[in-house]
């Protein structure tokens, strides 16, 4: 196990990172910058000074010496963040967080500095120089990092200065920092202990990252396994005749693995850039079958040198001809029809239930499918277990750096364990597989699982020992079984999360709101009224909802069920305003996609604790309908409150509402969705999904003591005339032939209901006429054969019907 200094007697340390410096602004270093603004943390990023002007500079009459000339590099890599997509800034004002400069001028506000990061060439010599010209200007306190993909962290501390080695480690982000949840802390033997569990705690409280602690070895962890798996896929491929497409038709959701699978993962990633990886791990190595397989192949080298690097290319493994999708036939190099292994075989592996059910299946398939995925399987677990004590001392780390970095559901000693680790073991040792010693002294002592429960199997002690889990991590599933379940149905859950707190949980597929979830909503809320504090509402799947259950309401209308599908949308009101007039305070937790209904309910809670990930917005146009569940009002009345009474625009506020909902229009980010009025200057924001039931837990013990409910107020509306100019854009749309008509009709019914209907400017109405006119506004359009057709289309092509 590596030692490092535990405490030195003279270690300063800072207590908190306020301002950085980013060396090197790059697409790696720039995103840095831009994920430590999406924080709050404001920066300084620096490069070098160009050495020749620009055509554009010389017309201006600009110099080398010119600070707009010297600053270039940094400042036009700054600009280019606002262009990049995926979106590396939550928000463009986030752009105002990152400073630039120069190596040669502002080298002294290094020492304003917190934490200095350097993100600059891969090359030894030139980080080894660079920390040689920085040193003089480091804080006694700050942390010197760098953000190195393989390099030995080590052989870069080599030039600094004894003080400095113990503020000195390896912080290695997985690009781009913003979306991939990994950071992997590499510290070298002479990094302090707290200087390492400060940047830990730091990185998961305030990045929102998922923290694994590396060994300095090549390309740590998560790059190292990474990268042999995609060998291996590789090698496997050609080994059997498949096709790319074939093998990424295996290598993705059916495994637990992203939908970009294999090839398509490097096309994005860049050919290039795999390449170079992977050579970094070749040149140092020792001869022998591990060197052999990071060996890169002859064709992927052909790749690069034709500059067929992929996505930024326009082609690698695959090209876009128009709007068909080909993939590249490595025998002839020729682009060809996409391949994807079909059949029943396939079909009875997507049928079987659960993730890891649909794992094993596909892994120990006895036809193609099998064929293909065991050997890489096999050899990829074994790999992983040979490197165990060498990368990681823990099982967790590798299985998490997989996870957070590389997208997979099951890291590799999860997916041993979903595949039997005794039989599979007994396989590999029959098919010839190296499998490590400690494996089967694992076995020989009775344990037959790499997990049990909260424990996993530690190679060193040849024990199980506890995960250390981050008090802060709650998780809904286990709270579920060990403080109880307070009330249940077919929709939801009630969970006791403890200091007389609870929890509503969605078990809904896809946590879509059906009759189920609104009566569940509606009984906690009796309950919490007398028994509890107050109660989150809080899921733990992929996204928080997705909605209302469109399939129900389609089939009701189709059936022309009018009376039953009133009284829905009319529960699914009630319920919305129940939430917002509780007597004790409900906090709602959206991450991930929060739409229509999501959306709606989210709307009314006493606050809102988001997760910085949350894609929010009101897109019932999208399959001919307009919100039904109080979203109408209740984004108006969110963008009236943005301004005191005396000050506030009724026009503006109808507008901005119009255009959200007519327009579909979906957040980017928890700070975009403040933009869009939905996100109030009180609600709160998670940087760390994993900490966003802990963090709205603590919003309602803030709110417990003395909450009192929002009073019953009437609202203004813009009425006939406010209507009339709402529909001036629809027709405007509609003529520019934008909108079909019945994107009109639906436009005009939303007027209605937006401006109040053909009331008097200024007419102030309750709350129940905004959701009587909503309601009608709803059931008129889901009767209509073209809003149903959109449903249809929607529930069977996952995608929005334009007629």
């Known amino acids: 196990m590596t030692s490092h200094i535990e405490q030195s007697a003279d270690l300063r340390l800072t207590s908190n990172i306020r301002f950085a410096v980013v060396i090197g602004s790059g697409v790696m270093g720039a995103g840095i910058a831009a994920h430590l603004a999406n924080a709050g943390i404001r920066s300084l990023m620096l490069d070098i000074v160009p050495r020749e002007l620009t055509a554009k500079e010389e017309a201006k009459g600009l110099t080398l010496e010119s600070p707009e000339v010297r600053n270039r590099i940094a400042s036009e890599n700054r ?42 060439v891969e090359r030894l010599d030139v980080k080894q120089q660079l ?21 030995s962290i080590e052989a870069m501390a080599s030039v600094l200065p004894e003080g400095l080695k113990t503020r000195f480690l390896g912080t290695h982000f997985f690009n781009p920092p913003r979306y991939l949840k990994l950071l992997e802390l590499i510290p070298t033997e ?51 005749n498949a096709s790319i497409g074939e093998m990424d038709s295996i290598t993705g959701p059916l495994i637990g693995r992203p939908k970009s699978a294999t090839f398509r993962t490097l096309d994005v990633v860049g050919i290039d850039t795999f390449v170079h990886v992977a050579g970094n791990v070749y040149e140092t190595l020792d001869a022998g079958e591990e060197k052999d397989t990071f060996d890169v192949p002859t064709e992927m080298k052909t790749l690069v040198e034709r500059g067929w690097i992929g996505q930024k290319a326009g082609q690698g493994f695959y090209k876009k001809d128009g709007r068909v999708i080909q993939e590249l036939n490595l025998h002839t190099f020729e682009y060809e029809q996409l391949k994807a292994i079909t059949g029943p075989e396939l079909d009875q592996i997507k049928s079987l239930p659960g993730s890891k059910a649909k794992l094993k299946g596909a892994i120990l398939n006895k036809g193609r499918i099998g064929q293909l995925l065991w050997p890489v399987t096999a050899k990829t677990l074994v790999y992983s277990a040979r490197l165990t004590g060498e990368i990681s001392d823990s099982i967790v780390a590798i299985d998490d750096a997989m996870k957070w970095g590389f997208g997979w559901k099951f890291g590799p000693f999860e997916t041993w364990d979903a595949l039997g680790v005794e039989k599979s073991v007994a396989r590999m040792k029959a098919e010839g597989y190296d499998v490590p010693a400690w494996i089967d002294e694992m076995l020989a002592a009775g344990h037959t699982s790499f997990y049990k429960g909260d424990q996993y199997y530690d190679q060193a002690s040849q024990t199980y020992v506890e995960k250390t ?31 007389d707190v609870v929890a ?55 059936d022309e069920n009018w009376y039953e599908l009133d009284w829905i949308i009319n529960k699914f009101q009630q319920v919305v305003q129940k939430i917002r007039y509780a007597g004790r305070p409900v906090v709602v937790a959206p991450y991930g996609m929060t739409l229509g209904g999501g959306t709606e309910i989210s709307l009314p809670a006493a606050r ?56 579909a229009k979906v957040s980017k980010s928890a700070y975009d969705a403040k933009a869009l009025g939905y996100h109030r200057p009180v609600d709160g924001i998670s940087m ?40 001036l854009a629809a027709y405007e749309m509609f003529y520019g032939g934008y909108i079909s008509e019945h994107d009109l009709k639906i436009a005009k019914k939303l007027a209605h209901v937006i401006s109040g209907g053909d009331l008097a400017y200024g007419t102030m109405v309750d709350e129940q006429y905004f959701l009587d006119i909503e309601r009608e506004a709803f059931l008129s359009l889901i009767g209509e054969p073209k809003s149903q057709q959109r449903m249809q289309h929607m529930l069977v092509k996952g995608k929005p019907l334009r007629n």
């Open 688 to 727: 760390n999904r994993d900490h966003l039931t802990f963090d709205a837990k603590q919003t309602v013990l803030g709110l417990a003591d003395g909450y009192t409910a929002p009073v019953r107020e009437k609202l203004p509306v813009v009425g006939q005339t406010g209507k009339a100019t709402l529909e």
């Open 190 to 240: 002479q990094t302090a202990r707290p200087v390492i569990d400060f940047m830990a705690r730091f990185a998961e409280d305030r990045l929102g990252k998922g923290v694994v602690e590396a060994k300095d070895t090549p390309n740590f962890i998560g790059n190292r396994i990474g990268t042999y798996g995609l060998l291996v896929t590789f090698e496997e491929m050609l080994k059997q």
């Open 469 to 499: 889990v981050n008090p802060k991590e709650v998780k809904l599933a286990p709270l579920a079984k060990s403080n109880g379940i307070v009330l249940e149905n077919g929709g939801a859950r009630l969970i006791d999360i403890g200091d």
């Open 79 to 120: 600009q280019k963040l606002l262009k990049q997509n995926p979106a590396p800034l939550a928000t463009a004002e986030h752009l105002n967080f990152i400073d630039v400069g120069n190596l040669e001028d502002d080298l002294e506000r290094l020492k304003e500095a917190d934490w200095v990061i350097e993100v600059v």
């Open 608 to 663: 809102m604790q988001a997760a910085l990930e949350t894609y929010m917005g009101l897109v019932e146009v999208g399959v001919g309908l307009i919100p039904g569940g109080g979203g109408n009002v209740n984004t108006y009345r969110r963008l009236l409150e943005q301004t005191p009474k005396s000050m506030q625009n009724i026009e503006k506020a109808a507008q901005q509402t119009f255009e959200n909902i007519a327009m």
């Open 504 to 558: 509503l949980e969605f078990t809904s597929p896809n946590n879509a709101i059906g009759v189920d979830i609104m009566q569940m909503i509606e009984q906690s809320i009796d309950l919490v009224e007398t028994d509890f504090k107050g109660l989150v509402l809080a899921n733990d799947g992929k996204n928080f909802c997705v909605g209302a259950n469109l399939a129900m309401m389609l089939m009701e209308a189709e």
């Open 131 to 151: 920390f040689e010209k920085i040193v003089p200007y480091i804080r006694e306190d700050a942390i010197l990092s760098s953000n190195t993909s393989g390099i």
